[in-house]
């Protein structure tokens, strides 16, 4: 399933935006807008990000103060600091990273210069993949006057791969090899770039860096929830509604952003969490909250905030197209890795068609719990979870899949290449 309809784009109903701004923006609008204020003191503005509680929006989630307090420490002790803004939206069912660096550039650029500001750095890098995404950056760079940035900044453009955006395989890229994983440790606020401590930020969640420069923590907080605060970017597809992307606070009803979407709840039979990442969860999301620890309650994860909202596609065929996903896309340099995407795949792909066993299904449970954390990087843990909530999630479905009675599947499975795509073509308006 691939969306090749324009993109709608939206904020929340009665919320004033903070990303999504009518683009594509330049600097002088940009600049009139309050951005790119000099950073008078950065100790002050990185005490504003803890005070915030920002958490990075590129999937894990991790606290932005905490990521940039420990490569400015690091830093101290060695020969300088690299940042790196994270464009390379490798999850194929999110399109947040490519809209905000096609529409809003400069709102990222300025987030860069203010990370790199905090943590000392000597060397900033756009990393991308998205042809359009590069244009804008490097039209954006253009009109940068030339005093603007302490840091010079470079955009560095690399094949799109699910494994591209993984901090290690950046680093990779930008130290001159190819775009996979390496082993860790070091972690690249240990040692990264040219060997310096190294600060890998999402390019949304260096937007909204730039926010809390403009506004500060007590505004950002006014949105959002305590543990989960301000908004965030959720990339929705499925249902059989055009793609879309709103800006959210966190802590919104599900049912409400189905409403909005225009999905009845009666019809959602679960949903695909954080893009691919975080797996399958069933009906139980209609009544939960947009929040990492409501849905973290659940078994899975709000990752990038990309859902796929699942209604007539049967769960056990999703799972086996996003299986087979991972089995092409894994970076084919760790064992565990390279077979055990193959093998649940293998399964999953059996369960769909009505050939699988219950041995089969055993196997796939078994190997969901013990190749977690076998990789370099964590592409085998997403297809452990996916594998891990179908199995957990949709006991009913597998049991039927198991009998080949699934009524759903036997008028013609659901396969995709990239499930719930929003293609690089798409229209962002």
């Known amino acids: 399933m691939t969306m090749t309809a324009e993109l709608t784009v ?103 210069r203010l990370a790199a500001g905090i943590v000392g750095a000597d060397r900033t890098v756009v990393y991308v993949s998205d042809a359009a995404a590069a244009d804008s950056v490097e039209r954006a760079l253009a009109e940068l006057p030339g005093d603007l940035t302490e840091a010079p900044v470079e955009l560095l453009t690399v094949a799109a791969g699910y494994v591209a955006g993984e901090e290690t395989a950046a680093v990779h890229v930008v130290n001159g090899g190819p775009a996979k994983p390496t082993d860790k440790p070091p972690r690249p606020f240990e040692e990264g770039v040219a060997g310096k401590p190294t600060l890998i930020s999402n390019v949304e969640t260096l937007a909204h860096l730039a926010y809390l420069h403009q506004h500060g923590a007590e505004s950002f907080r006014e949105l959002g929830t305590d543990a989960s605060p301000g908004t965030f970017l959720a990339t929705i597809t499925g249902g059989g509604r055009a793609p879309a992307l709103y800006e959210l606070p966190h802590g919104v009803a599900f049912a409400d952003l189905l409403t909005v979407h225009g999905v009845s709840p009666e019809h959602v039979r679960g949903a695909l969490m954080g893009g691919y990442f975080a797996g399958l969860v069933n009906r139980d999301i209609v009544g939960a909250t947009l929040d990492h620890e409501s849905v973290r309650a659940l078994g899975s994860g709000l990752g990038c905030g990309a859902i796929g909202i699942l209604t007539a596609d049967c769960p056990v065929a999703v799972a086996a197209s996003v299986l087979a996903y991972f089995d092409r896309e894994n970076a084919g340099q760790c064992g565990s890795c390279f077979n055990g995407t193959a093998a649940m795949a293998a399964v999953a792909t059996g369960l769909r068609d009505g050939v699988a066993t219950e041995e089969d299904v055993d196997r796939l449970k078994r190997w969901s719990v013990v190749l977690r954390g076998r990789g370099a990087c964590a592409t085998l843990d997403g297809a452990a979870n996916v594998a891990a909530s179908l199995l957990a999630r949709f006991p009913d479905e597998v049991q039927r899949h198991l009998e080949n009675s699934c009524q759903t599947c036997l008028s013609g499975a659901f396969t995709a290449a990239r499930p719930y795509e929003v293609e690089s073509g798409v229209v962002l308006v």
Do not use: C, Q
């Open 10 to 112: 939206a904020a929340w109903p009665g919320l004033t935006p903070r990303l999504l701004r009518v683009g594509p923006e330049g600097f002088a609008d940009y600049r009139h807008a309050g951005g790119y204020a000099p950073l008078a003191d950065p100790d002050h503005l990185l005490s504003e990000v803890e005070a915030s509680g920002l958490l990075g929006r590129g999937g894990a989630a991790f606290p932005m103060a905490v990521k940039l307090r420990t490569v400015r420490d690091n830093g101290a002790e060695a020969t300088g600091t690299v940042v790196i803004a994270n464009g390379e939206e490798g999850e194929p069912a999110s399109i947040k990273d490519r809209w905000l660096l096609r529409n809003r550039p400069h709102v990222v650029l300025d987030g860069l």
